[in-house]
């Protein structure tokens, strides 16, 4: 077919009507509040850590747990086991492989939970373990929580020394949510609880070999050796150290955790440092009457969703992430109600930092400023929703344009401050980079750093431009030399926060185009040929987390939200006519709901590359209206 007039004209009159429906889809899921909010599910590793929970707060008396507790024991079960695999094993995103670490989890969970043993389902799930190389196989974090009950030797866990506290800055060189959660897991680990375990539970047939020790590889580096040799002396110094300095740094990480349980919703107001919180403040002796802990255990219990046949816990909430990417989207369509947009704004504006957390350790003199994830989340603003946010607050204006306007000059000002000497920036925290922090035993979860990376990068490039910062700027002209240097040898930008490459790049290409940079230049070119053929033959985009596994794309189904991501890559890097383009908006078009929303089953967000993943239920509507709206406008101004 011909660079397409007649085509492009079909496809246009297509996106304009889907545009509409999913306009007004939106707008009828906006909260009376002025928010958006979608689901944000994961793995069953989430439900498997509920029931340890459960065993670590309600410790079945003679095997049975009490009726309250057992009921929800039962839901959480069998959240696991609907998402158990036909070779027994549990994956982390779907139509992925049987991981090791989620599976230990989950037969573990299964067998508290009272599953019996000669269960088909429980042998398989064991075989599968075993045919992994054993619990021996599992991460870090499975063998400290099993050890918590005496079911993984002590002796073999990575130490989590508390005294790391009484070093300077060196917790601000972990990244922020690596920090939320070492540190009270630190606590916990160092007092060494011993927790009960019904009478004659142990995990025993899982264990393949006679060294459970930390795992040692045939090449391994000297950085992960020396770790290693500092985890004996760790050991050492468990024994016959001074306990009073591990007292003192027990104290002064207790009173660290309690301050940043207030003014957000748990610790970090993420699952794993909130639940690693509720433990900590048991062991040092917060009753369940005292309001911290009673605190503690509701921001916890929050996250639970249990109704209508469904029972799973969230990793967090999403909601000022969600509310910005549909408040976005709905402005660059043009056909939102001016009033839904205000009340959005208005929400927004309440939600801005306006106190200093973690990130000024690094930033002392910056003003307090920027957006958080969640519903409250005061001490970790984070870079890529204050991005987001006022690339929203651009489309949109609220009740009072004064107060927006000077959160807004706030925010550019934060935003700018927390540029990494790099070019580029990151989520949380500036120049968080240390990599042989990578190489400490207990950071097997893969995300001991937060380094710049070109997703956010992309992302702030945009918002700085659409908010006013000239695109000569020094900081603009910084970020894009990043983003150049950055480029993959095939064309393709790395996404760490969405999944993968085509999130990257869409990014990145936005971000270049903001700034100025022309579609003729070598690097823009070279970013939409590799999402033209990286292209499915359904016209759709789809790519599979194993492209972290792989360091390389691995293509997968096609989802509403790649394809409108690789639909805005094109656009941006000046791609308007091509058949590829034409397709993908056919896909979005064709694969609508007649409600104007859209299914997606594929994970494609990230929480840690190899480790978590994400989806995020809104994705698959307010991406695909972006994309319909920017292909409209480039259609019309040709």
Request: net charge negative; hydrophobic share 40%; glycine share 8%.
């Amino acid at each position: 077919m011909s660079p397409g007039l007649h085509l492009s004209d079909s496809v246009l009159a297509g996106a304009s009507s889907a545009a509409r429906r999913s306009v007004d889809y939106l707008v009828s899921r906006q909260h009376e509040e002025g928010y958006w909010w979608g689901y944000l599910t994961a793995d069953s590793t989430l439900e498997s850590d509920y029931i340890l929970m459960q065993l670590w707060l309600h410790a079945p008396v003679s095997g049975v747990w009490n009726p309250p507790t057992r009921n929800l024991v039962d839901a959480a079960a069998n959240s696991i086991l609907a998402r158990q695999l036909p070779d027994g094993g549990f994956n982390i995103y779907l139509l992925g492989p049987a991981e090791i670490s989620a599976t230990i989890k989950a037969y573990f969970a299964l067998k508290l939970a009272g599953i019996p043993m000669d269960d088909p389902r429980m042998a398989r799930a064991k075989n599968k373990i075993r045919e992994l190389g054993g619990i021996e196989a599992g991460n870090s974090y499975v063998k400290i929580n099993l050890s918590l009950f005496n079911l993984f030797p002590r002796e073999h866990t990575p130490s989590v020394p508390p005294e790391m506290f009484l070093l300077g800055n060196f917790i601000y060189q972990m990244s922020s949510w690596t920090r939320a959660i070492v540190l009270p897991l630190a606590v916990v680990h160092a007092m060494n609880p011993s927790r009960p375990v019904p009478a004659g539970f142990n995990l025993q047939e899982l264990f393949v070999g006679t060294d459970p020790g930390l795992s040692r590889t045939a090449k391994q580096s000297s950085t992960r050796s020396f770790f290693l040799f500092a985890d004996k002396v760790l050991k050492l110094w468990e024994r016959y150290g001074s306990s009073k300095v591990r007292q003192h740094a027990i104290r002064k990480i207790e009173k660290w955790v309690v301050e940043r349980t207030h003014y957000s919703d748990g610790l970090a107001a993420i699952y794993p440092s909130m639940q690693y919180a509720v433990m900590m403040l048991d062991l040092l002796g917060y009753g369940p009457t005292h309001p911290d802990r009673i605190e503690a255990e509701k921001q916890f219990e929050a996250l639970m969703v249990n109704e209508k046949g469904q029972f799973f816990f969230q990793p967090c909430y999403s909601v000022v992430w969600d509310t910005a990417i549909a408040a976005f989207a709905l402005g660059e369509s043009g056909m939102a109600p001016k009033q839904a947009l205000a009340r959005c704004s208005d929400w927004l504006l309440t939600k801005e930092v306006r106190r200093k957390g973690d990130w000024s350790v690094k930033r002392p003199k910056t003003e307090p400023s920027g957006w958080y994830f969640e519903f409250a989340n005061e001490f970790y603003p984070d870079i890529d929703d204050t991005a987001m946010v006022l690339l929203a607050l651009k489309k949109s204006e609220g009740s009072n344009s004064s107060a927006q306007q000077a959160a807004v000059r706030r925010a550019l000002a934060w935003i700018l401050d927390m540029q990494g000497s790099d070019g580029g920036w990151a989520a949380f925290d500036v120049d968080n980079n240390w990599e042989f922090l990578s190489e400490v035993p207990f950071a097997d979860h893969n995300a001991m750093l937060d380094p710049s990376c070109p997703d956010i990068t992309g992302r702030v490039i945009e918002a700085l431009v659409a908010q006013g910062v000239s695109p000569s700027h020094a900081a603009i002209r910084r970020g894009c030399e990043y983003l150049v240097k950055t480029q993959e040898a095939e064309g393709s930008w790395y996404g760490r926060w969405g999944v993968a490459y085509i999130y990257g790049t869409f990014l990145a290409l936005r971000g270049l185009q903001a700034a100025g940079e022309s579609d003729r230049e070598a690097h823009v070119l070279r970013g939409g040929e590799w999402l033209r053929a990286a292209q499915n033959a359904d016209g759709g985009w789809g790519e599979s987390c194993a492209s972290y596994e792989n360091n390389r794309f691995v293509a997968g189904p096609s989802t509403a939200s790649q394809t409108a991501w690789a639909v805005l890559g094109l656009i941006a890097g000046g791609d308007v006519t091509s058949e590829s383009l034409m397709r993908g908006v056919e896909f979005l078009t064709r694969t609508q709901r007649a409600d104007g929303g859209w299914d997606e089953d594929q994970t494609t967000g990230t929480g840690f590359p190899k480790v978590f993943y994400l989806s995020y239920h809104m994705y698959r509507d307010s991406f695909p209206l972006l994309a319909l709206s920017e292909f409209t406008k480039s259609q019309r101004e040709r």
